[in-house]
């Protein structure tokens, strides 16, 4: 795998809107750093523990993204470092990483997760969850956290059809949502697309794909 090649190939082709995070799980540090002496800064992690051990042996200028399903006894592991969380599904968690955040004395990005795979592996809440918790009371009251947009994961499928599908429908409620944007609250990320997809993702107007397998080969 020529790390460098891979990661400079799929940077080239992305408009610029579009940032890339370059998804990490599973790889070692020394192959993450391949991808950092190329330029890139961006990091996806899915577990918090191995993100935070990478994180301690990585230079401070990387950003680090969790992508996972985040549990909420482990946000106080990430919450002094952590850029973007991507799979908020709970005004509960949203909570939980307000209140980390403030003993921090910072504000902590998330994404809502929203499930638009029929898949039952997928996480994520529905739209009309996502609605109820954006126009909650409490929501106005979290200062140490920013909803920055939505993210979510296609079915893992060849039928392009039914990933259009899914991807319109993310895209569909970032418009929708968008009349409740508040102090808090803007819907400026759409974080869709990953090795397999992310073309379809930015035709249907993701700004920000999440790349493992095309820069650091396949998972075992
Ligand atoms: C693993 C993972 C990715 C990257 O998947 P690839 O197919 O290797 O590009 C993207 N998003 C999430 C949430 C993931 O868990």
Known sequence: MDIRKNLLR???ELPDHVTLVAVTKTKSVELIKQAYDAGHRQFGENKVQEMVEKQARLPDDVEWHMIGHVQRNKVKYMAPFVNLIHGVDSLKLLKEIDKQAQKHQRKIACLLQIKIASEESKF???KADAH????SDELAT???IEIKGLMGMATFTDDENIIR???KFLASCVEEFRSL????????VLSMGMSGDYNIAIAHGSTMVRIGSSIFGSRS
């Not at 944007?181 to 400026?188: A, I, M, Y």
């Open 181 to 188: 944007e508040r102090s808090n609250v803007t819907f400026d």
């Open 124 to 126: 994520g809440i529905s």
């Open 10 to 12: 799929i940077k080239a």
């Open 142 to 144: 979290l200062k140490h």
């Open 132 to 135: 109820a918790l954006l126009i």
């Open 165 to 167: 599908e899914e991807f």
